[in-house]
């Protein structure tokens, strides 16, 4: 009889609580972004202390979202760096935006030690998650200058690196 009243009081929960759930379509659904669409409007604060903006009409960008705990971000750090001597010279952007919460310190002295020569942010909040819709680091986005997404992948990138050259190249003609 125990089991019965568990099951019976698991199916009320079940039913109570999909009666207050959202709808499928709302607006605040979780939705990640679809490559064609407008980026979010982002702004962090780099390690020198100033702003990096993405989004918008501007150059093309590759934004990694990495944090120093993770072992495929800093696995994928020297695949970063390759684009960054790459495509600069072109036009491209490369931001790394740190998630790490605390002190921006610890990203610092990250960076110096692997002598990253991109640009890196940190968001301690994690405010691009939120808008990006970031389910995992790294992730990685490629921007094209009108500010669409036109590439994103969730994992390492160093396995991939001919699919990001060829999105970034992309991005440089659109």
């Given amino acids: 009889m125990i089991v019965g009243r568990r099951a019976l009081a698991v199916a009320c929960l079940a039913i109570a609580a999909a009666a207050c759930s959202k709808p499928a379509g709302d607006a605040g ?14 702004a962090a604060r780099t390690l020198p202390g ?20 993770c072992t495929s971000c800093r696995e994928e750090m020297a695949a970063l760096d ?8 072109r036009g491209v952007n490369v931001v790394g935006v740190s998630v790490d919460e605390g002190d921006i310190e610890k990203v610092r002295r990250f960076a110096e030690s692997n002598h990253l020569g991109f640009t890196v ?17 790294p992730t990685t986005f490629v921007v094209g200058k009108d500010g669409t ?17 060829a999105a970034v190249e992309k991005a440089l003609t659109r």
């Fill in 121 to 137: 942010a940190h968001d301690p909040a994690g405010d691009i998650q939120r808008s990006y819709q970031v389910v995992g680091v």
């Fill in 50 to 69: 100033d702003t990096v903006r993405i989004g918008g009409a501007g150059s093309p960008t590759v934004v990694n979202v990495w944090a120093t705990w």
């Fill in 82 to 89: 390759s684009l960054e001597r790459e495509f600069s010279a």
């Fill in 29 to 42: 659904a979780f939705r990640p972004l679809d490559v064609g669409a407008a980026v979010p409007l982002y």
């Fill in 149 to 165: 997404l036109l590439w994103r992948h969730t994992g390492n990138i160093d396995g991939i690196m001919p699919e990001v050259r």
